[in-house]
């Protein structure tokens, strides 16, 4: 399959000054919208791209509307206190003046300083003896041809027999390989179905998300990602997330509010 990553999230000047962003349909969910991982990644990009911020430190965006596939968004980029460690920035997306996201987020250059684990990566098989859920009945096309995932058994609500138990761990990658970088990480915390499926809820959108960015995985390797729901209360729902790298280190942790439609 054609490699689109990272050319799809990738924002250009236009003539006006503004920049711009096809909004493809390449990273669409069963839903038929993008993405809301895919959303992110494209603002923290244009955010690298086009501030002197460094790499992401935290990200928290607010959804107020998907984009369509085939319009053009706008982006902007707003400075809000670039400091000597921290730099923090808002990004807007919106199309055809219709505000669609905000993002707020903080990054950091050249920063070292200690590092303690004092959590466990979840424990998983060897991705290579798992099967791709692709080649059963996972739609290959759109979100799903993009990220690769595999998982140890089948989740319940894929078999129309959702287990109550609302967790799902399973490894990701980008499709064939290719290389993560940090609007990527932002992308994986959000490209897997959520576990509140196994709840017997099968629509479920985002509506507000923060990442916190710890490392890159190395090039190539698969992502072991935890993710959990622990509380729904009048058809709110949040959902924790983990990503580790093979290595057993923290990638980075997400925590969403998402609403059930």
């Not at 924002?11 to 069963?30: E, I, K, Q, S």
């Not at 400075?79 to 903080?106: F, H, N, W, Y």
Request: glycine share 10%; with cysteine; charged share 20%.
């Amino acid at each position: 399959m054609t490699d689109h990553y990272p050319q799809d999230t990738v924002a250009t000047p236009a003539a006006d000054g503004t920049l711009t962003l096809p909004v493809t349909d390449r990273w669409n969910t069963p839903l038929g919208k993008p993405n809301g991982g895919w959303v992110l990644a494209s603002m923290l990009r244009t955010a690298m791209d086009h501030a002197d911020v460094g790499r992401p430190v935290v990200a928290a965006i607010t959804y107020f509307a998907s984009p369509e596939p085939g319009t053009t968004a706008s982006l902007t980029v707003t400075p809000v206190k670039l400091g000597r460690r921290v730099q923090t920035v808002d990004v807007d997306l919106a199309c055809e003046g219709k505000p669609l996201a905000r993002m707020t987020a903080s990054f950091a250059r050249d920063h070292h300083g200690p590092t303690q684990e004092l959590g466990v990566a979840p424990v998983l098989p060897d991705p290579a003896t798992l099967p791709d859920p692709r080649q059963g009945d996972m739609p290959a096309d759109g979100l799903f041809g993009r990220v690769e995932y595999r998982m140890a058994q089948a989740p319940g609500w894929s078999q129309g027999k959702p287990s109550g138990d609302p967790t799902a761990t399973l490894w990701q990658r980008l499709d064939g390989g290719t290389e993560i970088d940090w609007p990527a990480v932002g992308l994986l915390v959000d490209a897997s179905p959520p576990p509140v499926l196994e709840l017997g809820h099968l629509v479920s959108m985002t509506v507000q998300l923060t990442v916190h960015f710890h490392r890159l995985p190395e090039p190539g390797s698969w992502v072991a990602s935890h993710f959990t729901t622990r509380h729904l209360a009048d058809g709110f729902h949040e959902e924790d997330g983990e990503l580790w790298d093979d290595q057993g280190r923290l990638v980075a942790q997400s925590r969403q509010l998402a609403i059930l439609l």
